[in-house]
């Protein structure tokens, strides 16, 4: 008989002194996410599909900031989602909390861009017309 998953612990049935972590798959260690400058030209959204091009790269913007995702799994990531290195972990690691981390899979983005192509579809949504570049027109024949 196949094993019956067991249903997702929620936060608000955790019992004194258990810790959210020991039923996560540790979304927080799966990705770091920076924040950019908010693109306002092509050369800027240029640069954001180029960071794109580059793998599991993705965008996010809440609010007012753009962020840069990278999604990477820390390398001392254990299998059972644990951290390796816990007792020498880095000081963001330390600061970080499960009061409102992704636990609950509720996180939700203003906008949310997963590839290249939706970054530049964007920026031809809210841009003016690019203009084309003097090496992208044609040359024309000189007429005496």
Not at 27 to 52: G, N, Q, S, V
Not at 54 to 69: P, R
């Amino acid at each position: 008989m196949p094993k019956r998953k067991q249903p997702k612990v929620r936060r608000e049935d955790l019992k004194p002194g258990e810790n959210l972590c020991d039923h996560c798959t540790a979304k927080c260690c799966r990705y770091f996410a920076l924040p950019i400058e908010t693109p306002t030209d092509w050369a800027d959204f240029d640069h954001i599909r180029w960071y794109m091009i580059h793998g599991n790269v993705s965008i996010f913007v809440e609010g007012d900031t753009w962020y840069l995702m990278v999604l990477a799994d820390c390398k001392h990531l254990l299998d059972d989602n644990r951290c390796g290195i816990y007792h020498d972990r880095p000081q963001i690691c330390r600061n970080y909390t499960t009061e409102n981390c992704e636990y609950d899979d509720d996180s939700c983005y203003d906008k949310l861009f997963e590839a290249p192509e939706q970054i530049w579809e964007y920026a031809h949504a809210v841009l003016p017309p690019k203009k084309p570049a003097k090496s992208d027109r044609l040359s024309l024949p000189i007429v005496s």
